[in-house]
């Protein structure tokens, strides 16, 4: 809700105290101003824990006459991210797609997650330093159809778990993720920014200068996100 | 007919690519109810087949007979009425349309069209109450409102109607709109399959393709079926019999953005730039795609240039495809992309041959 029209409740709750309670349910607490907050008593719901989901999930299967292997399981508790009705869709439709036996690929490709080996493909051409080849990879990742916003954030996963990255390093590379996402959200061509992406990663891994001020010119400009400019 | 539409398979059973992608089709739709579907993948990968092929095991053969519409909406909108114009393709259990051809009044066509289909509900043969499905095409191109508009649609009118949306890229479509659709990734064909294709309609028009000739075409073809069987067509009407080193004829567009990038590989001056522009003017008004022909660019400069150059200039094609979506004309970012090519390559030239 707008700030305005929080404010515009403030008055209406206190009005009708009397005759009305009133339940809120939001996702950010630090969206709602203070002064409605301070009116409510606060139920807080933490993201569920595997466990919870788990039994949840075969909970599920069972009543449904699912079957559903341990692997299968953890896969579906990593892709859900913690969110349980997406766990329930992805089960439904991948049992309405295979059948009764469910198994932790077909999961994945019901979801939409990009296969691991894909991710780190990308990776480790990055890693090569050769650009051709991760151009070849980004190709790939085109022409099977992967969605790029999803390969980003999985890249993003790949890279902060990294170990053998610097922090600076792991900085250049999140700050092109994140210009390569609104990007994306403008609706800009998703092969030229995935290469975009895999160059600019490609020359932090290898420590190249940010801003190619070897040639001299419009020193401002380079390096800079394009929503800057404007 | 095209070999294109000659040989597009008609049923799930018959498809050769996408035969798994299929077989799970067909156990979906085996009850005579299907959730919302997204296809999405590059083109040429068989989504529209899939669908139509779809359509046709959930309703038999009566799915085929299509009859080309062109509809004017009267839309209310408040204080005044918007009247819309867009072509459909109908059969009597579904509708197929671009809604994104109606520019920024999408929103209206996607509300209105859902909503006179669920007034009409079909009734199948058993009396039960059907549904029709609505197919809409190039859903990434829908405007983030329509998107928003469609998701309530398809919510209230769901047991009336099923939606099956087609699109290029997912990444496009609200997490919203795909989370309420089971998502159909279709990938654009490995080149042996493509090959495979190649010789079944070889085959079945009799022809003698000489070994390895498919294979050349299905490496030319960038993994695109449907660009693979038609240069297919027109390798048979140049040349027949195929001999094994004739000439696959590469798409004249292509060809001249080839020259466009060698022009300005040989030089860089405002007098090159300015006959570039007059290129690039005559491929927009061939209605290429500004963003294809950027694309193109990029890979024929790609081709030539060194690979310390290759970053930047990546770099700079993303960034100005990006500003081209942003902005209105797309023959400034164009030219701005060859101009700070040129001043690129230029500096470079100078400080290593000095």
Redesign the interface.
């Known amino acids: 809700m707008t700030q305005d029209a929080q404010n515009a409740l403030r008055r209406t709750m206190e009005t009708y105290s009397k005759v009305t309670r009133f339940f809120f349910i939001c996702n950010y607490i630090s969206r709602i101003i203070e002064p409605l907050a301070s009116r409510c008593a606060k139920f807080r719901f933490k993201p569920l824990t595997e466990e919870i989901m788990g039994s949840r999930i075969l909970h599920i299967c069972k009543e449904e006459g699912l079957n559903l292997d341990s692997e299968a399981l953890s896969t579906l508790s990593s892709i859900s991210q913690g969110d349980l009705r997406?766990a329930i869709?992805y089960l439904q439709?991948a049992a309405?797609?295979?059948?009764s036996s469910i198994s932790a690929k077909d999961l994945i490709?019901?979801?939409?997650v990009i296969p691991n080996v894909v991710v780190q493909a990308i990776f480790s051409a990055c890693r090569s330093g050769n650009?051709?080849l991760a151009?070849k990879e980004v190709n790939n990742v085109?022409?099977?159809?992967?969605?790029?916003?999803?390969m980003l954030s999985q890249l993003y996963d790949i890279v902060v778990d990294a170990d053998d990255i610097s922090d600076e390093q792991k900085a250049r590379i999140c700050k092109k993720f994140a210009e390569?996402d609104k990007?994306?959200v403008?609706?800009?061509?998703?092969?030229?920014?995935l290469?975009?992406v895999a160059?600019?990663t490609?020359?932090a891994l290898s420590n190249?200068p940010q801003d190619?001020i070897?040639?001299?010119?419009?020193k401002k400009c380079y390096g800079l996100p394009?929503c800057t400019l404007f | 007919m095209l070999w294109v539409d000659k040989y597009r398979p008609k049923t799930l059973d018959k498809v050769i690519v996408h035969q798994d992608v299929a077989q799970?089709l067909q156990?979906?739709v085996s009850e005579g109810d299907c959730?919302h579907l997204l296809f999405?993948?590059?083109s040429g990968?068989g989504k529209k087949t899939l669908i139509m092929a779809l359509l046709r095991q959930i309703f038999g053969p009566s799915a085929d007979k299509v009859k080309v519409e062109n509809k004017v909406w009267k839309v209310d909108a408040g204080t005044r009425t918007i009247d819309v114009e867009l072509t459909t393709l109908s059969s009597t259990h579904h509708v197929e349309l671009n809604p994104s051809d109606a520019g920024f009044q999408d929103r209206y066509v996607v509300q209105e069209i859902i909503k006179e289909m669920a007034k009409n509900r079909p009734i199948d043969t058993k009396g039960k109450k059907g549904f029709k499905v609505l197919v809409l095409n190039e859903v990434d191109k829908l405007s983030r409102e329509a998107q928003h508009s469609l998701r309530r649609t398809m919510e209230k009118y769901s047991a009336s109607c099923r939606l099956v949306l087609c699109s290029n890229?997912?990444?496009?479509v609200t997490e919203a709109v795909?989370?309420r659709c089971?998502?159909v990734?279709?990938?654009?064909p490995m080149e042996e399959e493509i090959v495979n294709v190649l010789e079944f309609i070889a085959k079945k028009e009799g022809l003698q393709s000489p070994q390895g000739f498919a294979a050349r075409i299905a490496e030319k073809s960038n993994?695109n079926l449907r660009r693979a069987v038609l240069t297919f067509e027109t390798c048979r009407v140049q040349q027949y019999p195929f001999t094994n080193n004739q000439a696959i004829p590469p798409m004249d567009w292509e060809q001249y953005v080839s020259e466009i990038a060698s022009d300005i590989m040989k030089e860089q001056s405002p007098k090159r730039l300015f006959e570039v522009r007059g290129k690039l003017y005559e491929l927009l008004t061939n209605c290429i795609p500004p963003?294809i022909i950027?694309?193109r660019l990029?890979f024929e400069l790609?081709k030539k240039l060194d690979?310390e150059l290759?970053?930047?200039v990546?770099?700079w094609?993303?960034?100005y495809?990006?500003?081209m979506?942003?902005g209105q004309k797309a023959i400034f970012h164009l030219e701005a992309f060859v101009a700070k090519f040129m001043?690129?390559y230029k500096?470079?030239l100078i400080?290593t041959f000095g």
């Open positions: 997406r869709t439709s309405r797609l295979f059948g490709s019901v979801s939409g650009f051709d151009n085109i022409a099977e159809g992967y969605p790029v916003s999803q390569a990007c994306l403008d609706g800009a061509d998703e092969y030229l920014q290469l975009n160059s600019s490609m020359q190249m190619m070897i040639f001299g010119q419009n394009s | 799970n156990k979906l959730p999405y993948g590059p990968s890229s997912s990444s496009k795909r989370s089971l998502n990734r279709i990938n654009a993994r963003e950027l694309k990029l790609l690979s290759k970053h930047e990546s770099n094609a993303a960034h495809e990006h500003r979506r942003l001043s690129i500096s470079f400080s």
